[in-house]
Structures are given as structure tokens and as C-alpha cells.
């Protein structure tokens, strides 16, 4: 089994940075692919950014602020974010996704509980 955990949420000015964690208290590289997703009240849950092998990707609005990386040697990932602003404030979920079960196997997605990241003046 495995167990997703953030950490390092918290109350930030805007302009001032922030790093996310995620503990992976199980294998993290039996994970195909990993990710940060936000969720704002009243609105949808969106992807933020992921890891899969060497590649990352990052919604349009994260780009050049946001960096997702992930240290296997210590179970976690990490999401490094520079220059905030108050509309990046949002509930961040540490997400993984790995196959499961016989032949060809089921894909199962993991969450975190949540870490309330909040961007404000």
C-alpha cells in the first residue's frame, strides 16, 4: 500500500515563495506518473504541474514560477514556487498515479490530504 502526505503549506506575501512537499510512505518510483493539483473554493480541481521519467509539465499560469521535481532516494516530491500571487492561493494535493493488478493492470490514483497554501498581503 501507499500513503501520499504535504507539507510546507502555509501564509505568504505576494512575490515571496514557497516549497511543497510530498512524502511517499511506499515505493515512489512505483509511480508512473506524479503531480501537484490545486483546488480553489467554489471552483474545480486543476493540475498544476507533473513528473513522469524526466519530464515535467505545468499549467500555462505556473510556467516559469513553478518547478515540480521529485527525489526518489528520500521518497518525495517537491513543488517550488517563486514569485506568488493571491490567485495561486488554493488547497495543493500531492497526486500519483501507478498501474495495479494482473496483465495489464488497472490505474489507481493516490491523494495527499491537502496543504492550504494561501497568498496574501
Known amino acids: 500500500q501507499v500513503l501520499l502526505v504535504e507539507s510546507g503549506g502555509g501564509l505568504v506575501q505576494p512575490g515571496g515563495s514557497l516549497t511543497l512537499s510530498c512524502a511517499v510512505f511506499g515505493s515512489i518510483v512505483s509511480f508512473d506518473r506524479m503531480g501537484w493539483y490545486r483546488q480553489t473554493q467554489g471552483k474545480q480541481r486543476e493540475l498544476v504541474a507533473t513528473i513522469s521519467d524526466g519530464s515535467t509539465m505545468y499549467v500555462d499560469s505556473a510556467k516559469g514560477r513553478f518547478t515540480i521535481s521529485r527525489d526518489n532516494a528520500k521518497n518525495t516530491m517537491y513543488l517550488q514556487m517563486n514569485s506568488l500571487k493571491p490567485e495561486d492561493t488554493a488547497v495543493y494535493y500531492c497526486?500519483?498515479?501507478?498501474?495495479?493488478?494482473?496483465?495489464?493492470?488497472?490505474?489507481?490514483?493516490?491523494w495527499g490530504q491537502g496543504t492550504q497554501v494561501t497568498v496574501s498581503s
Open positions: 497526486n500519483g498515479v501507478r498501474r495495479e493488478g494482473k496483465a495489464w493492470g488497472q490505474m489507481v490514483d493516490y
